[in-house]
């Protein structure tokens, strides 16, 4: 038995030749690291693997994945453990943790920018952003790209630029026999099809390359922020500018409680606000006008739209996601924000069950939707909108009033929906909501694509896409 009180899956003599074989490191039960190692972003996530791998170069995470699959042990992979299921970690099994493996290079003359598995937003941008260049990534900058570019990748550029996954332009992948390979449009093209979207079923990417775009540095982005009682008019104004933005605008409805922000009131810090938040991928002249209607919606009670370096934008938000706490999280694309649903939206705005808890529709279309849909392995393209409710609170006791709450509204918000999920905001939710994440054609495909490349399921821990079957 380990100290942890598990038995101890693997023999430490099996891991002293685990750990012989790395440039890398591998913790266990026992170690002081352990407990900080195992865990990930979402702190309901508690489990105990037989060992965590840090590895530090693809060659280390192949002998990871050998070691695992030799002995038909469960393996999980790890960029930015951000996977709100919690697919950076498992009980009994292998983590193989990339985090180490952050190196970028930018290729300014090509646009171009190789990123290692561990990368997480910060890290990519302040690279990149050095050219005054930089591609779509999440609306926070803690994380990582591998499982945000793999499932698709929603953020502030992504209406003028596409999804992340809509600018990989090639990866190196470890595949479960342990053959490396290369997938772009012209190596292994059908691969390169399911890596944007399929997540991480097919292999481990051990590079990421990326096409750039001229951004900023400095551009015309922010928040504006209203008590949550006057979520009625704001949100139809939201639905107004997203109805008509130029794909250089990209903006989201958040609905949460004030943090003690500088912008914001005392008076208005602990109480629920509803706020208009975007970025405008181009001119800062250009991004004042189209931000305007968004900021003139009756009496704001803070206004923080301001022309500052892009990569300060990409964390602004940080500061209230920090990781540890209890989280569950439910999102579906919406069809459309008719009143019905605004008014859902309006009622849970003044109702949240804890002040670490927000929900958000982002507007989606513009580049996303250009996109052809059996183009990419993500799916549900032409949906206009994306709810995201993230409810987050301290204390495990307190978890079925807030996971309750959560699935009220989820069923409200339901009437608007587009018929699908975003595979990268799915809790552990069962295979029903992983195929709703996909168009038919687009599953069937991804299975046939399981079959070939991981046919005995190795790479499990994501929202497994089943081998297809005779
Ligand atoms: C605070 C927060 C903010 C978020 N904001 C956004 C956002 O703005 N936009 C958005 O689209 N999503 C967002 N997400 C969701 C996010 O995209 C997913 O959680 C994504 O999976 C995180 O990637 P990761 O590498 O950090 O996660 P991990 O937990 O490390 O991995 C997620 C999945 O990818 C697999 N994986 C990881 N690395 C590899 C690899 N190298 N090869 C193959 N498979 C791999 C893992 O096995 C796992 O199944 C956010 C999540 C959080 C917690």
Redesign the pocket.
């Known amino acids: 038995m380990s100290v942890t009180g598990i038995d101890q899956t693997v023999a430490d003599a099996e891991l002293n030749e685990l750990t012989r074989g790395l440039r890398g490191s591998v913790v266990r039960p026992g170690d002081e690291q352990y407990d900080a190692a195992r865990a990930?972003?979402?702190g309901s996530i508690d489990r105990y693997p037989a060992a965590v791998v840090r590895c530090r170069t693809p060659e280390d995470?192949r002998h990871g994945l050998a070691f695992a699959v030799a002995r038909d042990l469960p393996l999980?992979?790890?960029?930015?453990?951000?996977?709100?299921?919690?697919?950076?970690?498992c009980d009994r099994g292998i983590v193989?943790d990339?985090?180490s493996m952050a190196n970028v290079e930018v290729d300014p003359d090509r646009r171009l920018a190789v990123a290692g598995?561990?990368t997480?937003g910060a890290e990519f941008d302040q690279a990149t952003q050095q050219h005054g260049l930089a591609t779509t990534?999440?609306?926070?900058s803690?994380?990582?790209?591998?499982?945000?570019?793999?499932?698709?990748?929603?953020?502030?550029l992504q209406r003028a630029y596409g999804?992340?996954c809509d600018n990989l332009v090639a990866a190196d992948?470890?595949t479960a026999d342990g053959r490396m390979v290369r997938a772009s449009q012209d190596a292994n093209p059908e691969l390169f099809w399911g890596?944007r979207g399929g997540?991480?079923?097919?292999?481990?990417?051990?590079s990421?390359e990326y096409r750039l775009h001229p951004v900023g540095p400095d551009v015309l982005c922010g928040l504006a922020a209203w008590p949550a009682e006057e979520a009625d008019p704001v949100l139809r104004r939201f639905r107004e500018v997203a109805a008509e933005a130029e794909d250089e605008l990209t903006a989201i409805a958040i609905c949460r409680t004030a943090p003690p922000a500088p912008f914001l009131p005392e008076e208005v810090h602990g109480r629920p606000i509803v706020a208009l938040a975007a970025c405008y991928a181009g001119s800062v002249e250009d991004g004042e006008a189209a931000v305007a209607p968004l900021r003139d919606v009756g009496q704001p009670v803070g206004d923080a739209f301001a022309v500052r370096p892009y990569a300060d934008f990409q964390s602004m938000?940080?500061a209230s996601?920090d990781?540890g706490f209890q989280?569950y999280?439910k999102a579906e694309y919406l069809a459309h924000l008719d009143d019905d649903a605004i008014d859902t939206f309006a009622r849970y705005a003044v109702a949240h069950t804890s002040p670490l808890s927000d929900f958000k529709v982002?507007a989606m279309g513009g580049a996303i939707a250009r996109v052809g849909e059996s183009e990419t392995a993500c799916s549900h393209r032409d949906a206009p909108y994306v709810l995201?409710i993230?409810t987050r609170w301290q204390d495990p006791q307190d978890s079925e009033r807030h996971i309750r709450h959560t699935q009220q509204l989820f069923d409200d918000a339901r009437a608007a929906s587009a018929g699908g999920v975003?595979v990268?905001?799915l809790g552990d939710e069962g295979s029903d909501r992983v195929e709703h994440a996909y168009a038919d054609d687009t599953f069937a495909r991804l299975q046939a694509l399981k079959r070939e490349w991981d046919p005995d399921n190795v790479?499990s821990?994501?929202?497994n896409i089943v081998p297809a079957t005779d």
């Open positions: 990930v972003w979402n995470i999980a992979v790890r960029g930015g453990g951000h996977s709100v299921a919690g697919f950076g970690t193989l990339l985090r598995p561990g997480v990534l999440g609306v926070m803690t994380t990582g790209i591998a499982g945000l570019t793999l499932g698709g990748g929603i953020g502030w999804l992340t992948v470890l890596l997540g991480g079923n097919f292999g481990i990417v051990t990421f938000f940080d996601w990781p989280n999280w982002a995201n993230n975003y990268n905001f790479f821990h994501n929202s």
